[in-house]
């Protein structure tokens, strides 16, 4: 009998801190922030992981982490059972062909002095130099009508095209050194509603044809539902749920989690007081003691402030890091 499927990605205990500076020069002094703060996330072929969480939770730092772009200042990330290689090297550059960015502007991610079909084949032309220039040619021929762009945008350049047709020209470039996994760092937030949707067909028709495998990083939580099989929300740096994406979004159990549920605007229906979000996020250079979400948490108790919660594996498969909703025994023995 055959066992379970190996993680396509696999991410273990990743850290990334930044030194900054607070204050004015000469009297500034340094600070450590900690933008992502020992998280574990697995991603499946051929399935969606949401990330979500407010802005500056970390998403977009684990996005650029799970690629290689940033190095980890602890923890690591394996690709198809082996580690992520250093980032510049040989070897980084050959499994980075198999995952690929899918930037939030898509303006901002082409190069205006290009063409689309240029830009299109140039991960081509770097990673396979020998390729003939007819077999070049056919294959930005292929990838372009897969994503849905016409033969006559080829010569366009980038300021010549909608918002959706140069994020179509973005998957393209991503797709064209066949990958296997794509991170979507909020691909649709920069397009009107009803290219929005078309971009998310587009998504789900490639990955079905395809077998690819997304990251998909966003704050609009319907969008997310549609997409993702299994979904992780981040609060200050940290996963505080994680499993799967129907359970989740049907049964939140942690209170943030809760929170962005309710906050989705549905016409007759007004949130329950207890599940509003007070104030802002506390500061990441100076967070609360304990559970980093309790100055915002209408459960929040004592424990909360000595103690932060960890993971707890629940019956049903996910876990949430909470110590009123999924209490371990450690937490129970010191309340």
Known sequence: ?????????????????????????????????????????????????????????????????????LAPTAGGVQFDGAPLAVAGTAEWRRQRQQMQMVYQDPLGALDRRLTVARQIGEALEIHHPALPPAELAARVAAVSAAVGLQPHHADRYPHELSGGQRQRVVLARALILEPRLLVLDEPISALDVSIQAQVVNLLLDLQETLNLAYVFISHDLKVVRQVSHE???????????????????????????RALLAAIPV????????????GDPPDPIDPPTGCAFRTRCPLATALCADMAPVLRLLPDGRQVACHVTAPDAAALAAA
Not at 36 to 48: A, K
Not at 231 to 257: N, Q, S
């Open 267 to 278: 016409v007759g229906r007004r949130p329950p007081a207890d599940t509003l979000l007070q």
């Open 231 to 257: 979904v992780a929300v981040m609060y200050l740096g940290r996963v505080v749920e994680t499993g799967d994406a129907e359970m989740l979004f049907r049964d939140p159990r942690h209170p943030y989690t």
């Open 1 to 69: 009998m055959s066992g379970s499927p190996q993680p396509l990605l696999d991410a273990r205990n990743l850290t990334r801190q930044f030194v900054v500076r607070q204050g004015q020069w000469p009297r500034s002094r340094k600070a450590l922030l900690r933008a992502v703060d020992g998280i574990s996330l697995r991603v499946m072929p051929g399935r969606t992981l949401g990330l979500v969480g407010e802005s500056g939770c970390g998403k977009s730092t684990t996005g650029r982490l799970l690629l290689g772009l």
